[in-house]
């Protein structure tokens, strides 16, 4: 092996030039996959990260993921008649004995839940009426499972239980309805009551809409105002490991029967959304790659085109075919592995300036870095990108090489 190796390397000192300007080309291709890969991962983490955090990691509602089958179809499956349009019967909507549920729910290890009442209702202020989203909350355990308290920019979270009244409203909300802190605010809901509320919290979400249609209040003066004491139509969970979300989701949905949605359920457009885009980021860098490739490819052809005598004078010499087709895949290698390396270092300073860059977000006061994503998959995926283009690159070159035929070679036949 070592003679291979020896063999190889004189080979790549005669054609210097042509050598560097090869190992260049898998050095920017190296250098540049990693900092478009790693500039696209982390974005992708980044908004995962973002998502997780912002939305329940498992939401049970008052709802069947399968309808109710008729009763006549229990009975006789294979009936020649069916009967149609058949109403089912009126159900009051809410989870059945929710706080029962509730504790089934937490005792799921590493796990955290809170209950959720939300009703539509109708808010009355200085002749002005907008419909929103009100949400009957429990503080202590809501603020274990969602990030409502740190989007709180004025009063508490906790504000609600001292104040049975008390009412926590978007800021873009409270803008349109020119409200403030302290202000009262009549609330309607569908069914006729009607209760005065005082503003004691504002939040700020970024989300436009979250922002403008959604309030929370204490989950019992929900209930009454919606008429529906002792209910719950939504528990909302958290876990420790949000990737075990689906997985979660199913056994409470199997022990308690109501729906349970992961995160990863509710966002299944958007992850397949980032699944193609990441399809598509690696195609184009691995064709940086694939480009840089040709260099070694021509590298090694003309090393061919020169070394046929030597090829000859190596086979006449006892070297086979497959020693011949080493050597030039070993110059290959060679060629990957160094430029591997090098593309390394300048992969990462690439990185590492990309993650200095600042950009002040629309709506944003403060300036974010763009998302970097320093995992030592990706070295290992650019790595293994570069050697596959290598080996590809110097395969059929050396191939032809090991079937030239030494004696038609040494005759000047070639």
Known sequence: ???????????????????????????????????????????????????VDSTPHITVSDEFRDPTVQPALLRHPAGAVSVLHVKPLTERRGIRQYKRRLEQIDAIPGLRAAPVLAGQVIFSFAGRDEAITLSGIEPARMRDVTTIEKDIVAGSLGAIDVDPNGLIIGRSLARKLSLAMGDTVSVVSPVGNVRVMRIVGLFHTGRAVYDETQGFAQLARVQALLNRPNVANTIITRLEDPYAARATAAHIERMTGYKSVSWQEASEDILSTLMVRNVIMYTVVGAILLVASFGIYNVISSVIMEKTRDIAILKSMGFRAGDIELIFLIEGLVVGAAGSVLGFLAGSGLMWVTGQVRLTVPGESDPVNLPVYWGWSQFALAMLFAMLSALAATYLPARRGARLAPVAILRGAA
């Open 1 to 51: 092996m070592q003679l291979h190796l020896d063999i190889a390397w004189s080979h790549l000192r005669t054609r210097r030039r042509q050598t560097v300007a090869s190992l260049l080309g898998v050095v920017l291709g190296v250098a540049f996959f990693l900092a478009v890969s790693s500039l696209m991962r982390g974005s992708e983490l980044d908004f995962i990260a973002r998502l």
